[in-house]
């Protein structure tokens, strides 16, 4: 007997990105809102240990504030955890929010609501969606690279076997709060890391925004906070449109929003991670910027805007480790990640990119060179 039943049904997804500040001030009743139900939920709270040192008062905060609004009920203290690439390279850290998760009965009408930067809020999120297949979790971003962008989407995810992001799943947040308050206290690495990802998306879909980043450049590396929120709010926003019109769980071939990160990936390996994920993709973006003018995708003019953009706003263009012959592995691992034929995001011009779906490695090599170049001069030099 050979017999078939075709299956098929759509689930719509809404969340909503807020953007506010002070959200545990007693007086803001924006998150108190979110748990409006029958019942009280419970809620777990997970905090980054970077930024519960920058903010001592915060769980006095999240239990004044859970006390006052009385729309849940907390689940014990919140639970303070290391945060960077440590929280998804160590699995014993995503285990002690498992055990937790377990240990006060959060289920799928409970929360986890995530405190941090991009890398602790992916490992709670990963948390969220394998407990029970999937608890409501809630994030609030604290660092710019965050709020603009791995925040603001629908993957979550550890590193594992050596490679970033191996372990994870596609499972949008119940909510979104960027509370712009916390990045008063991120240092000048971290304030600037989240800018490199503004620039990415400017480069392949808004001239306007790219025009903008520019004229501004000087405002955001003196950490002008309303010319922050902002970038932000339009790369957020940016992100979202991105997801909701093309591949949201990315079952093709294609990831746009990468463009850099086949080798952003690389360098943070291979460096340790002591080089940031904004500081990897902004060397990412103008080697494959460079290596799109080598190709006359774009101009000299062109590829001269990108590199003087983040030469003004503090980032290196070049480490040592770019000439590493590991970093062209990336373009591998890169395609193994998504499976399907290897599809590259380049330049077509200021505001479009275009797909590739092969990289000559000696052309890579040319590109690197002449990045080694614009990083010893501190400027785009004669090309």
Not at 46 to 51: P, S, T
Request: with cysteine; aromatic share 10%; proline share 3%.
């Amino acid at each position: 007997m050979n017999q078939s039943i075709t299956q098929s049904f759509s689930v719509p997804f809404t969340y909503k990105v807020h953007f506010d500040k002070d959200i545990l001030d007693v007086d803001n009743g924006l998150m108190a809102g979110l748990f409006q139900s029958k019942f009280k939920p419970k809620v777990l709270f997970v905090i980054d240990e970077g930024v519960y040192t920058a903010h001592p008062s915060l769980v006095k905060k999240i239990t004044d504030y859970s006390n006052h609004h009385q729309t849940y009920t907390l689940a014990g203290s919140p639970l303070v955890l290391p945060g960077g690439e440590q929280a998804k390279n160590d699995s014993s850290i995503l285990q002690q929010v498992l055990d937790k998760i377990n240990e006060y009965d959060i289920d799928r009408h409970s929360y986890v609501v995530a405190i941090g930067g991009g890398a602790i809020l992916d490992m709670a999120g990963m948390a969220s969606t394998i407990a029970h297949r999937g608890v409501r979790h809630i994030r609030i971003p604290t660092t710019v690279l965050a709020q603009n962008d791995s925040g603001v989407g629908v993957k979550n995810g550890v590193n594992a076997y050596g490679k970033k992001n191996y372990l994870g799943a596609f499972a949008p947040p119940y909510a979104v709060i960027n509370d712009f308050t916390f990045l008063s206290t991120l240092d000048d690495r971290d304030w600037r890391g989240g800018i490199s990802e503004a620039v990415k998306v400017a480069l392949i879909k808004d001239k306007d925004f790219f025009v903008w980043i520019k004229e501004n450049a000087q405002k955001l590396a003196a950490r002008d906070m309303e010319v922050m929120a902002y970038l932000i709010y339009r790369c957020a926003e940016m992100h979202l449109d991105h997801i909701s019109g093309g591949d949201p769980f990315e079952l093709g071939s294609s990831r746009p929003l990468d463009f850099g990160h086949w080798a952003a990936h690389k360098l943070e390996q291979l460096t340790n991670y002591e080089l940031r994920h904004g500081e990897a993709v902004a060397i990412g973006i103008a080697l494959d910027t460079t290596y799109s003018y080598l190709q006359n995708r774009i101009s000299k003019e062109d590829l001269i805007q990108v590199i003087e953009l983040f030469l003004d706003l503090g980032f290196d263009v070049y480490i040592d480790e770019v000439a590493d012959p590991q970093v062209v592995k990336g373009l591998e691992e890169f395609q193994q990640h998504l499976g399907g034929i290897l599809t590259i995001m380049l330049l077509e011009s200021v505001g479009k990119g275009v797909e590739v779906h092969e990289m000559d490695a000696e052309l890579i090599r040319k590109a690197v060179a002449q990045l080694k170049a614009f990083q010893e001069s501190s400027r785009p030099i004669a090309l």
